[in-house]
Structure formats: structure tokens, C-alpha cells
């Protein structure tokens, strides 16, 4: 596995990092710098580094700069090189398992996966975020089935992933690592570094989710303001589950339990505004996580919009990653059906396929003089820039509500989306229930079952 970056750039530590809250909590900075650590910091919601540290530091912070672009050409010099990354195939997949699948809610692909490559000794333990205690999250060093069956599914709030590093120095043998795209983006900087240079071989397969953004903690507490609930009473947070998309479920200490649906209640629509994410997920290119072997996430295409379970797209970037996919697929414990690389675009969208906000909103802030990371990817130039006049509009928003909640003003943000936000609003959802109702129709006339679902919805 051989890794690199080429982008320069004149910071010597994590300063800048710190004062824009650009920090995503990937936990390279801390396995080159021991005396550096991560705090959730109470204002931002968010974790920072300790302490600016050095050049060291600075060198495998993706909050700093990464090449994404020249990281994947290295990682994967054998492999057809596209706008979305490097790709050897692309398939439509489900698990088998109807449960688990439903429970996992975009197809169910990843734990089956992480299985069947301990069964076969690709990797001898597997490196994944396991759940300690209400919001936190730790890596766990998983080597059997049923360690990869405890494993938590989806998580959208922040998290620390410093202790990834510490199995990753503790394992034995071969390794597979699970991470979302700027996390793994820290872990390929860190692997270069020398510090990281002798577990390089090690690290035999990534899995890589597809990210729909972080959220700092003020999404919970902005839920705890609208549920009339206290947030340090949370016991656990389910985010998926059920369905394609599922509920929310916020478990409670006095056993009481929240649940609301994500894509169309009220509170969630503004608790989950994107102005709760990380300052970096604005500027993120890579939601297709174009540096893991193998790439999982939702498909959201109209093929798949009748299935209940939920359907996974899934990209195989080397052809060990194809082989073990079509193995598992040969067990029958997954399907697969191969597509075509446009399934990437149709599915995340042109914007967010190929990073047009945030390579023009990195140009603008370039232009302000702000300190920002410093980004390329494959997609650059692919799609489309957003107006200079359009982008600086939408990040003064932004910064006006990330005001708002560092100052606990999470009823005025209830208020906000209720009036000058309100038609957008109600514009997205609106197309998004006509189009669900236009897909449904089309399944009906297709099969003459409107409630198909399952595993063979999508083949």
C-alpha cells in the first residue's frame, strides 16, 4: 500500500486549524505527536486539538491539506482512475440477511464484508467504532463474527477516532480499518508520515462509508430545546434503522424514548440544517470516499426507492476488493448487480458527486484571506462552479447560525426556518414527497406490487 500527497502549503501546525474549527476529529495529529490530544471543545460543539503542536502535526491533518487526487494514484496505480476516484467496478447490493438488513438501512453490505474477509484471512482483526456510553465512541479491535455483529451503525454526530491509532500500534497481523472519507483521509496522511511508514503493510483492506456530513453536538442539544429533553440524559442515539432511512431514537435515563423521522419532522429539519455540520464537511469533496478499497453507501436512485430495507452502492477500487465482493456474493449472503460509474452522480447528485459548492466555497475563502484547508480531488473542474456572489451569501449564513448556536439561541434557528426559510423549505419537501409518490406509481405498473421490497427489489 503506498500513499503520498503533493499540494503544498505554508502551515507549520494546527493554528489555523483550531481557530476556524476546521478540525474533524480524525486523530492523525495525535499518533505523531503524543502530546497533542482531542477535547470537545463546549463552544463549537466539536473536538479540537489540544494544542497547535508542530510541522509533524501538520503534515497528516486533512484539515490542513490533503490531495486526495494524487493519494488515490498511489494507493491504487493499477485501477481506471475517474472523476469519482479510482474504480474497478460498481454494483447495486443488498445483504440477504432480511433483518439485518433492515436494521442497517442502506443495504447492509458492510458487516457481511468485514466477515467474510476475517473467514478467509485477509485480515486477521478488524479496526471499527464501537459504542461506549451515550454519545461516545471508541474503536474496538473486532476478530470474531460476533464482535463485527455488536458493532453500532450509523453515527452522524462527532466523534474522536484517536484511539483507531492506538489498536492500529497494539494489533497483530493484518488489519481492515472502517472510517468515513476524512478519516481515512488522516489515516493514508499518517501512513506516509514516518511515524506511520512501518504499519503501512499492515493495513490490508479499508472500508470506507459514504458520508452524509457530521453534526457538532449542538444538533443534540438543539433536539433536547425543541423534544423537551435534557441531552446529558441521553443513554443512546440510533439514527437509522427500520427502513431505507428510519427514525431517530434517543433513548433516554428515566426510560422514556424520542423518535422522529429525520427526512420530514419539523425539529429534525432544523436540528439537522447544514449549518450544524463541521466548518470542514462544507468543504468536503470526497463523500464517496474515494480513498477506501471498498466504498458503501446509500442508493438513492428511483431502482431502489421501493425496496424497505434499503439498497447499497457499492465500489470495489482495487481488484482484490472486486474478487472478495463477488466470493461473498458467491456464499450468498449478498447480492450483487453490477451498474455503471454514472450511478455515483445519479445517486449523490451532480453538487455533491463532484464538490461544486465546496471547491468554489474553498476559492472564496482563499480570496477572503481565511485560513482553510487546503483540498484537491479527482472531481475538480467536473461539475460546476457556484457563483462568487451565491457562495458568499450562503456562508454568511452559515456563520450567522453557527453564532446562534454557540450562543444556545437554538429557538431562534426553530423560528428562522419557520419564516425566511420557510418556502425553501417547504419546496424541498414537497419535491421530495411528489417524487416518492411518482417512484411508487412507476413500481406499481412494474410489478403490479406497490409494497415490493426486500432483496430482490432492486436485481
Known amino acids: 500500500m503506498a500513499t503520498g500527497r503533493t499540494l503544498m502549503t505554508s502551515a507549520t501546525d494546527l493554528s489555523g486549524v483550531i481557530t476556524g474549527d476546521w478540525c474533524v476529529g480524525c486523530g492523525a495529529c495525535t499518533a505523531v505527536d503524543g502530546s497533542i490530544a482531542l477535547e470537545l471543545d463546549q463552544r463549537s460543539g466539536a473536538y479540537r486539538p489540544s494544542h497547535a503542536g508542530g510541522p509533524s502535526a501538520a ?56 466477515k467474510h474477509a476475517l473467514s478467509t484471512g485477509l485480515v486477521d482483526s478488524v479496526i471499527a467504532l464501537g459504542e461506549e456510553s451515550a454519545l461516545d465512541y471508541r ?103 427500520g427502513g431505507p432511512v428510519g427514525k431517530l431514537r434517543i433513548s433516554l435515563s428515566d426510560g422514556s424514548e424520542r423518535t422522529l423521522n429525520r427526512r420530514v419532522a419539523y425539529s429534525a ?66 447480492r450483487l448487480s453490477e451498474t455503471t460509474d454514472d450511478v455515483i452522480e445519479r445517486s449523490q447528485g451532480r453538487p455533491v458527486a463532484y464538490g461544486d459548492s465546496a471547491y468554489s466555497l474553498l476559492d472564496h475563502l482563499a480570496d477572503q484571506g481565511v485560513p482553510h484547508p487546503e483540498i484537491n480531488g479527482p472531481n475538480r473542474g467536473a461539475g460546476a462552479a457556484v457563483s462568487p456572489e451565491v457562495v458568499a451569501k450562503a456562508w454568511l449564513q452559515v456563520e450567522k447560525k453557527r453564532a446562534l448556536q454557540r450562543a444556545g439561541r437554538y429557538r431562534w434557528l426553530w423560528l428562522r426556518k419557520a419564516t425566511v426559510e420557510l418556502p425553501a423549505l417547504l419546496r424541498r419537501l414537497m419535491r421530495s414527497r411528489l417524487i416518492r409518490r411518482y417512484l411508487s406509481a412507476l413500481t406499481a405498473r412494474g410489478t403490479g406490487d406497490s409494497e415490493q421490497a426486500g432483496i430482490d427489489g432492486f436485481v
Not at 68 to 95: K, M
Not at 141 to 156: C, K, Q
Not at 297 to 311: H, I, K, M, Y
Request: proline share 4%.
Open 59 to 114: 503534515a497528516v491533518c486533512p484539515a490542513v491539506a490533503v490531495d486526495i487526487d494524487a493519494i488515490g494514484r498511489r494507493l491504487f496505480p493499477d485501477t481506471r482512475h475517474t472523476a469519482h476516484g479510482a474504480i474497478e467496478r460498481v454494483w447495486l447490493a443488498q445483504s440477504t440477511d432480511y433483518e439485518e438488513n433492515l436494521q442497517a438501512s442502506s443495504g447492509g453490505v458492510i458487516k457481511p464484508v468485514l
Open 139 to 241: 474503536h474496538h479491535l473486532v476478530t470474531d463474527e460476533a464482535g463485527i455483529d455488536s458493532l453500532p451503525g450509523s453515527i452522524y454526530h462527532v466523534v474522536e477516532h484517536s484511539s483507531l491509532y492506538d489498536h492500529l500500534r497494539g494489533s497483530v497481523g493484518k488489519v481492515a480499518i472502517v472510517g468515513i472519507p476524512c478519516q481515512l483521509e488522516g489515516l493514508h496522511l499518517f501512513l506516509e508520515s514516518p511515524q506511520g511508514r512501518p504499519f503501512v503493510e499492515r493495513v490490508k483492506l479499508t472500508v470506507g462509508l459514504f458520508c452524509g456530513w457530521q453534526y457538532t453536538m449542538h444538533a443534540m442539544s438543539a433536539l433536547g430545546t425543541y423534544l423537551r429533553f435534557d441531552p446529558a440524559a441521553i443513554e443512546k442515539v440510533a439514527y437509522r434503522g
Open 269 to 334: 429539519q432544523v436540528a439537522f440544517d447544514r449549518s450544524f455540520n463541521l466548518p470542514r464537511c462544507h468543504v468536503c469533496v470526497n463523500h464517496s470516499n474515494m480513498l477506501a478499497d471498498i466504498a458503501v453507501g446509500d442508493a438513492w436512485l428511483p431502482e431502489s426507492a421501493f425496496s424497505r430495507t434499503g439498497v447499497s452502492l457499492v465500489i470495489a477500487r482495487t481488484s482484490t476488493a472486486a474478487g472478495l465482493l463477488e466470493e461473498l456474493a458467491g456464499t450468498e449472503q449478498i
